[in-house]
């Protein structure tokens, strides 16, 4: 363990140097300080929980393979092989191609949308009155 921890000081270095390094140059040096020591720590525990993790996965690989032994000999060969052809299906697109237009079901239950025809009203203002109007807004 302790070369180990070696490598986990080595990449908390790393972590802190890289963050120190980018943060000096826009905050002051307590701020870049303190950011610093806090990516030691995360580049510190990130480095321990990979190693953790692949000590776990190294551990665990004998047994898999043991499990592997033990499958059966008639599931060697499924899931080998892929058909990428599709099924013959021209005798039923003949089959919709023949059905006459008269005998096509459920065109009955559509009716096109007719919405309401927008109509001009005539304009019964006089120009001299909506002049009028004009001038007294304008005026106050």
Known sequence: MP?????????????????????SSSNLFTTSLVRGIIAFI????LSYAANWMIG??????????DEDLIT???DEGKGGQLDLTTPDETDELN????QPPGNQTGNDDFTPLNPPRLVKTPDDKDPEELA??????TEN
């Open 3 to 23: 070369g180990k921890m070696r490598y986990f000081v080595l990449f908390g270095l790393f972590g802190f140097l890289l963050t120190f390094a980018v943060a």
């Open 95 to 98: 089959e919709l191609l023949k």
């Open 72 to 74: 059966p000999q008639d």
């Open 56 to 65: 776990f996965m190294k551990e665990m690989a004998p047994a898999s393979m």
């Open 42 to 45: 995360v580049w510190f525990g």
């Open 132 to 137: 009028k109007v004009v001038r007294h807004l």
